[in-house]
Structure formats: structure tokens, C-alpha cells
């Protein structure tokens, strides 16, 4: 058996699909530079310092060097895990640990939509202008990404399950999703039941634990896929459907976080029964529409894109459904949020930003994106640069579609 | 810090001189694994000037340069001798214009090639040279390789496709080199300097032809289950006189790693070998040369004769094949890839040769190559954490280089001679030729600071050779 190390031969392929590397031209920031570091890491204790952490650390885990690999090399999964075992990988900063504070449970979560929509109220937006002020790196700059937040309940209460029996799906809310992206959820619900499909909401399901999982805090992201697993099991549902890139990896991903656990043989039969709404809507025969008069870009997410091959289907739908598409360049390069790296390397994240922005094409008026991180980094990144261009998600474009034409309830009129 | 280092932080900015040993172990390989190099440090110019000013400052402290693009060499063209300066041009990677008028793509030295292609593509117009690692390897690097790549059969090497460059000599001095109306004028420098692997002068700017995409492009992949089948189904191809524009070859070791790889396509698991096979040009001539080129395969037992149905199937065989020797990382910790040339006719005879050494060192070797000129990719498999499989692997590639030299070939297609062949190339050259090539050297570089050690056998080496 080669070790995933060993089993880079050096060719180089990788580098040129790495975001970090074509943002810095530094060979210890690319995947094959990282996989000499971690090498050395292992076997020149005396050698470690601050610097090889942060170049290690600047992983976006994009995976998108995993994807272009000839020999399969998991060189995200590879500083994952070198982040989670070792005592000097940077540790999350106070923004940080208090967003997976707020994550972990409902009454968390009810918090964070509760701190979106004070932060939208007029005292609450030039608070947060007047602490912006001379702080380019703050992680509240991600307020002005928020999408407007009027809803005072989570997702999760605002979806009936219409419960039938084996057939029905799991819809997984998520955690980011379920307080601010709670709109997009109620969307996919419908979106699917349109489809001739069952949804039930299960108040059992956890936080996916990508977050706490990329953060070093294994322990606590094993519990709660343990918890998934066994809620998903009992429900009798014959699929887990989720709308977020991250979560949809994270969750199709527990048989690498349970290895060697009681729970991994499980964790594969609920692997396979994981996809992405997405790949589900594409496999129904929805009616399509006539135009729309909006221009799309599509912005893949890399958990989509890199990590689960997800790359047709949001295109198709939403053709499909009458948007006019219009590819930007390098729709696949990672936008610069990743989950909260974007909390963690400002500059980096700012960088990659930029240059998703600029790569919007004229034409656009509106780009797609299908997870949380990318649309509150990508449509922060618009406000600033201010154009009228919005990110909205791909499920959300759908949904006021079919409801303009009258397919789903209240519809006939745009809103 | 030093007087040397303390300049070159002047002249790029602090951020741009690496000197963090960990950092520098990063520069130490390119794509061939068996030699590491460290250098003292990494210096990244933002622009053409700061790259001729960091060269003329390290020739006052006769300080040696080497170039790096990707480092994607095969060869150890971007190993660096211990202690030389990298001067990594990553950050110059912007195609700066584009002639349609003249038909030339002017670029900075590391831009990525297949870039190029992607920005003539929409205007029905492509850049030729297409080495397997174009996704990521740098038209600089191409440069002092002289890269080849599977549509080289028609289209021609590097050599053929750059017509102008602006090239920095060892003291830091700046010099163009050809002439954008494409005949040189007296002796052909830039002839000289592509191909000479760095070890002349480094490119900073570079002046491409651009091709104009064919009308028809048609793409076949040929089922044989017998290696010798196949290499004489090529030999025929070639004795036909139809010219494709890429004729290549995969064996079943191979075939068996890219299909567990990033872009399998489907070859079934008990295949002897693949042909993969391009023939472009005015659509009626493609169709007549299809249904010939179907024909001789035929003669020659083939299987199966399938085409791609789409430009993404098209696109997908090409991935698959290109990144045949990245997916050798699924069947062996390590490779030593060669790339020896015989006369086409001799095919048969070679991979049977091939087989036969294999068998007498007791090793795998996997065959990617391209065919239809005779270029061999014998890939060797090995683990280096074993120096008995090391030896082996060596004395079996001097074998088939050898083989190849016998037979009025060469030790050398596309990949370079590097660090790797550098024994090899007393078999190739008289000691004659060897002097004329030394005395070119000297001209161009008195005091051997350019990519020290590579390309001429010199008595000491100061590049770590393992084992």
C-alpha cells in the first residue's frame, strides 16, 4: 500500500489550480509544496515554526488539487488532519469560536439570526459602519454580506414535514442556513415537493460539524454525525437532501471523520444516502420556463465543484427554469471564504475575493452560488465594490421562478 | 544579512527573497525525484528588469541563477545546484498582447501554456506545443526545454512555434533574440538558446506563433489486444504517409493506473494496449484518412476502433492520457520516467526489448509515449525508500537508453537532458561534439553561473545524486 505522501510524484499538475499558489507564486503555497512541508513536519520535529504552520494553515481546503490529482493524492484532507492532531496548527480566533459557539445548538442559532437582524435595524448598521472604520480585517465586514433578514425563527420551525413513509426525503437545514439562509431551506422544501416529492424535518438533526471538524475539534464533530446518523436511521427516510456544498462534503465525508469508530460501517450506508438538492432537482422532470429577463453567472462552490463533481446541475436547472447564463472565467477557483478561513486570513481571503468580483462578467446581474460561506463572502465583496450585481442561491433563483409562473403557491406575480 | 541578500531584497521587495530553510526544501526537486538540490535562496522579479538586475547583481558575486516556471521538469532541468540562486517566475505570468495581424502571442515567461491556448481558442486559433504537463507547466520552462507533447508530430516542437525573445545573458545583460518576421537574420541564436535548458540565458519575455484551429478534428481510440499488433498498426500509419496530429500509445500497466486516476474513460481492464489517434485538417481529407487509418488497424487484429463523440469525450481521452504519469502515484511510490527516441520502424522491436529488460531486473514498466515519432516513455517503477530497487531501475533505464543510442536514436525526445541523462550523453556525442557544445557554453556563460551541472557531463557534479 502507497502512503497518500509517498504517493505524490512530484509532476506539478496541481499547482496551477491552487488558489493559493497563483495568489502568492510561492512553492510552499502550493499542494505539492505543502506535501514537502508536512513531510517535514513529521520527520524534522526540531525544524517546526511559525511560518511552515501558516503556510500549511493557508490551505483553503478547496480540494481543488484534489480533483486535478493523477494519483489522488488528499492533500486537503492531509492538512486537515495535520490541523486537527497538531498542538501548533494555528487555533480559531475569538470571531471564530464564537460563531461555532452559536452553531452548536438551536437556541445558538436563534442568537445569530437575532445578531443579523439588530445588525440590519438603522442603530444596528451604523454601529457596525462606525466599528468598520479603519478595521479593513474585522470579521464583521461579513455583516454587509448578509442577505435581509426579516424572519424571527429558524428554518427548521418553519418547515412542516409532510411525513408518508419510506419514500420521503431528510432534509438536512444545516446550521448557517437554518438562521439566515432560512428562506433558501423553505425554497428547497418547496422546490422538491413540487417535484412530487415527500420532506420531512427532523428536530433531531445537529450541526453537520464541517466547521468544528476543520477547526481541530474532531471529537465534538464525531458526536454530532453520530447523532445524525442514528436520527436519519430511525426516521425511516430513504434520503438525506441537503442545499449547502459544505455541509453536502462534510456529510458524504463521516466515513473519513468516523474511521476506525463503531459508527464507520454506518456512516457509509449514510454517506450513500446523502446528495446535494441540487442533484435531485436535476433528476426530476420540472416544467421548464419561459425567459426570465435575468442574467446568471454561476459561481461553483468547491465543495460542489472540487469535491463532489457538482458542476452541470445548477447550470442546468437553472436554464431550465429561464435564466440567461453567462460563464465567468475561473467559475471553479475558490472565492476566498471556506467555511471561516475568511476570519482567520483576511488578506488571503480579500485577495481571493477581488478576484472573483473582477471575474464577474458585464453582462452578469446576478451570481449563483450554492453555500452559505460563498454567498455572505462573495455578496460582501459586491457591496463593497458597489455594483447593483447580487449572490443570491441557486435554489432561491428557482424558486421565485416557479412561483412567478404560477407553479407554486402565492405565485402568478414576481415578489 | 549580507551584502548579496540585502540587494536582492532592493531590488523585489523583502516579500519576494526566500530564505526560510523550510521554504527553500519546497525548490529543492522539480518533476524528476531522483536528485534534490538546495538552493541559498528563491528570488521572485515582479517584472523583466528586476529579473535582468537580480542577475547582474548575483554575476558581481558570481552567485549561479537557475530559472524555475512550474518545476515541472522531468529532468532536473530546475533542480538547483546547492547553494544557487532560484529566480522563480512565478509572479511574470500575464499574456501581455496578442497580434492578430502578425498572428503572435507576446507573453511573459511564466505564463501557463495551456493559458495560451484558452485565450486563442474563442478566436479559432490554438498555440501547438501541448506537453502532457500543459496545465501547468510555463512557456519559459518550454522555452529551455524545448517541450514537445503529442500534437508535436504535425505541428512541430517549441523550437518551431517561438519566433522572438528577450533573453538576460549570465552578466545581467539584456539581448532580443529572432525577429517577429520569423527568419533569422545571420547565425540563428534563438535557435541555439531553445532547448539549451537555462544553461545559456534565461528568457523574459517571449514572442509565440499562434496556428489556426483546424476545420475538422477527429479522435480515435484503437483497442489491441497485443502490444506488438499495435506498434506495427503504427508503423504502417506512418509508412501511409497520412500525417496525424497525434498518434499515441499506452500499454496495459499503464492503462491500468489512468483508469484508477482522475479522468478514466473506460478501456476495458484486459486490453494489451491503446492507440489514441488524432487526424485533423479540411473535413473530406479527415474522413478519407479516418476510413484508411480504420483499415490498417484492422490488418492488424485491432479489437475495437471507437471515436469520441464530443469535444468533452475528446476532451476527456486527452486528460486521461496526459496525466498518465502523475497517476503512476497509484501504483508505485515512485517513477523513473525516460525518454529515449528510436526510428519508428524499430517499435515493434523496442517495446519487445523494453519487455524483455523488465524482466531481467525485475521490475515494472509501464509504456506512455508517443508513437508516432518514436519518442518512448518507458515509465520505471520503483520504491526509493529501497536502494536495491533504485540500482535496478537505473541499470535498466541505462539499458534502454543504450538500446536506443545502438539503434540510431536518441537519449532524449522532449524531456532534456538535466541531471538525469548526463552520463548517458557520452554515448550520444563524440568527444568532439561534446568540446563544440563546451565552447558554445563558455561563449555564452564564461563563468558557468547559469544552471550550473546540467545538459554537459562536467568531472565533479555538485548536485546530491541519490542513492
Redesign the interface.
Same mark, same amino acid.
Do not use: E, N, W
Given at each position: 500500500m502507497v502512503s497518500p505522501l509517498d504517493q505524490c510524484v512530484h509532476c506539478g499538475l496541481c499547482l496551477s489550480s491552487c488558489p493559493t499558489y497563483l495568489e502568492t507564486g510561492l512553492e510552499m503555497e502550493s499542494p505539492r509544496g505543502r506535501l514537502v512541508l508536512l513531510n517535514l513536519w513529521a520527520q524534522a520535529p526540531e525544524q517546526r515554526d511559525a511560518a511552515i504552520s501558516q503556510w500549511l494553515d493557508d490551505c483553503l481546503d478547496c480540494r481543488a488539487c484534489e480533483a486535478v490529482c493523477p494519483a489522488h493524492v488528499p492533500t486537503g484532507h492531509l492538512v486537515e488532519a495535520w490541523r486537527g492532531e497538531s498542538e501548533d496548527a494555528p487555533r480559531p480566533g475569538r470571531a471564530q469560536r464564537l460563531l461555532m459557539r452559536l452553531i452548536e445548538n438551536p437556541r445558538g442559532l436563534k442568537w445569530l439570526q437575532r445578531l443579523g437582524r439588530w445588525s440590519q435595524t438603522r442603530v444596528g448598521r451604523s454601529l457596525v459602519r462606525w466599528w468598520l472604520t479603519g478595521r479593513e480585517d474585522s470579521p464583521l465586514r461579513l455583516q454587509q454580506g448578509l442577505p435581509p433578514l426579516q424572519s424571527r425563527r429558524l428554518s427548521r420551525e418553519q418547515i412542516t414535514s409532510n411525513h408518508r413513509g419510506p419514500g420521503d426525503l431528510w432534509l438536512f437545514v444545516g446550521c448557517v442556513m437554518d438562521a439566515i439562509y432560512a428562506g433558501t431551506n423553505r425554497h428547497a422544501a418547496d422546490l422538491l415537493r413540487l417535484a412530487g416529492l415527500t420532506v420531512v424535518v427532523d428536530p433531531r438533526q445537529r450541526c453537520c460539524g464541517a466547521l468544528h471538524w476543520h477547526n481541530g475539534q474532531r471529537a465534538q464533530a464525531q458526536q454530532w454525525a453520530q447523532e445524525n446518523i442514528e436520527a436519519f436511521e430511525s426516521s425511516g427516510c430513504r434520503m438525506v437532501v441537503v442545499d449547502a456544498a459544505g455541509c453536502l462534503t462534510a456529510l458524504r465525508e463521516y466515513p473519513v471523520l468516523l474511521a476506525g469508530t463503531p459508527y464507520e460501517a454506518r456512516a457509509h450506508a449514510f454517506s450513500q444516502a446523502v446528495f446535494d438538492a441540487l442533484e435531485v432537482l436535476s433528476q426530476h422532470p420540472l416544467p421548464p420556463l419561459p425567459d426570465q429577463g435575468l442574467t446568471v453567472t454561476v459561481h461553483d462552490a468547491c465543495h460542489h465543484v472540487h469535491a463532489q463533481g457538482i458542476r452541470h446541475q445548477p447550470r442546468f436547472l437553472l436554464e431550465r427554469a429561464g435564466y440567461r447564463l453567462v460563464e465567468m472565467a475561473n467559475a471553479s477557483q475558490c472565492c476566498g471564504s471556506a467555511g471561516i478561513y475568511n476570519l482567520a486570513h483576511p488578506d488571503m481571503s480579500r485577495a481571493l475575493l477581488a478576484a472573483k468580483v473582477r471575474a464577474i462578467p458585464p453582462q452578469a446581474e446576478v451570481v449563483s452560488a450554492a453555500n452559505p460561506g460563498c454567498l455572505l463572502h462573495i455578496q460582501q465583496g459586491l457591496a463593497a465594490s458597489g455594483t447593483p450585481v447580487t449572490a443570491q442561491h441557486p435554489l432561491d433563483l428557482l424558486w421565485h421562478a416557479y412561483r412567478s409562473q404560477g407553479y407554486l403557491p402565492g405565485g402568478g406575480a414576481r415578489e | 544579512m549580507n551584502e548579496w541578500l540585502s540587494s536582492l531584497v532592493d531590488i523585489v521587495g523583502a516579500p519576494y527573497v526566500?530564505t526560510?530553510?523550510?521554504?527553500l526544501?519546497? /525548490? &529543492?526537486?522539480?518533476? /524528476?525525484?531522483l536528485a534534490s538540490g538546495m538552493p541559498r535562496a528563491?528570488v521572485?522579479p515582479g517584472n523583466a528588469e528586476e529579473a535582468r538586475a537580480v542577475v547582474k547583481h548575483l554575476y558581481r558575486h558570481r552567485i549561479p541563477v537557475v530559472a524555475r516556471g &512550474?518545476?515541472?521538469s522531468l529532468s532536473g532541468g530546475a533542480i538547483p545546484s546547492d547553494g544557487a540562486v532560484v529566480l522563480?517566475f512565478?509572479?511574470m505570468?500575464t499574456i501581455r498582447h496578442i497580434d492578430w495581424t502578425n498572428q503572435i502571442v507576446q507573453v511573459d515567461p511564466?505564463v501557463?501554456n &495551456?493559458e495560451v491556448t484558452r485565450a486563442l481558442e474563442p478566436y479559432g486559433y490554438f498555440y501547438a506545443p501541448d506537453p502532457s504537463?500543459q496545465?501547468?507547466?510555463t512557456i519559459g520552462g518550454n522555452f529551455a526545454e524545448n517541450s514537445g507533447g503529442p500534437h508535436c508530430l504535425k505541428y512541430g516542437v517549441t523550437l518551431n512555434h517561438i519566433v522572438m525573445a528577450d533573453v538576460i545573458l549570465a552578466n545581467g545583460e539584456a539581448v532580443r533574440l529572432g525577429s517577429l518576421a520569423g527568419e533569422p537574420e545571420g547565425l540563428d541564436w534563438l535557435g541555439v538558446l531553445v532547448g539549451s535548458e537555462g544553461t545559456l540565458g534565461i528568457a523574459t519575455q517571449l514572442w509565440l506563433k499562434m496556428t489556426e484551429s483546424p476545420t475538422q478534428s477527429r479522435t480515435l481510440a484503437a483497442l489491441f489486444d497485443e502490444v506488438a499488433d499495435a506498434s506495427e498498426a503504427v508503423s504502417d500509419v506512418i509508412a501511409s504517409g497520412i500525417v496525424p496530429a497525434a498518434l499515441e500509445m499506452m500499454d496495459r500497466l499503464a492503462i491500468s493506473a489512468?483508469e484508477?486516476?482522475?479522468y478514466p474513460v473506460g478501456y476495458p481492464d484486459d486490453l494489451a494496449a491503446v492507440l489514441l489517434l488524432e487526424l485533423d485538417g479540411e473535413a473530406a481529407v479527415v474522413d478519407e484518412e479516418v476510413k484508411l487509418v480504420i483499415d490498417l488497424m484492422q490488418r492488424h487484429h485491432v479489437r475495437q476502433v471507437r471515436e469520441a463523440q464530443s469535444l468533452e469525450e475528446r476532451a476527456l481521452w486527452w486528460a486521461n492520457r496526459k496525466?498518465?504519469?502523475?497517476?503512476?502515484?497509484?501504483?508505485?511510490?515512485?517513477?523513473y520516467v525516460q525518454d529515449g527516441v528510436i526510428p519508428r520502424h524499430l517499435l515493434p522491436d523496442a517495446l519487445a526489448f523494453i519487455d524483455r529488460t523488465a524482466r531481467r531486473y525485475g521490475i515494472r514498466i509501464a509504456n506512455v509515449f508517443h508513437a508516432g515519432d518514436g519518442n518512448l516513455h518507458p515509465l520505471l517503477l520503483f520504491d526509493a525508500a529501497n536502494p536495491a530497487d533504485v540500482e535496478r531501475v537505473q541499470a535498466a533505464g541505462l539499458d534502454i537508453l543504450a538500446y536506443c543510442v545502438k539503434h540510431g536514436g536518441s537519449i532524449t525526445g522532449e524531456h532534456g537532458i538535466g541531471l538525469e541523462k548526463l552520463d548517458a550523453v557520452r554515448w550520444q556525442f563524440t568527444e568532439a561534439e561534446l568540446a563544440a557544445q563546451a565552447m558554445i557554453k563558455r561563449l555564452w556563460d564564461p563563468d558557468g553561473l547559469l544552471n550550473p551541472g546540467k545538459v554537459l557531463p562536467t568531472p565533479g557534479r555538485c548536485v546530491d545524486f541519490r542513492p
Open positions: - | 526566500i526560510h530553510p523550510a521554504a526544501k519546497t /525548490y &529543492a526537486q522539480d518533476g /524528476y525525484t528563491v521572485m &512550474a518545476g515541472t522563480h512565478s509572479r505570468r511564466g501557463i &495551456a504537463s496545465q501547468a507547466c489512468v484508477r486516476g482522475s496525466t498518465a504519469f502523475g497517476a503512476m502515484g497509484l501504483i508505485s511510490p515512485d517513477y
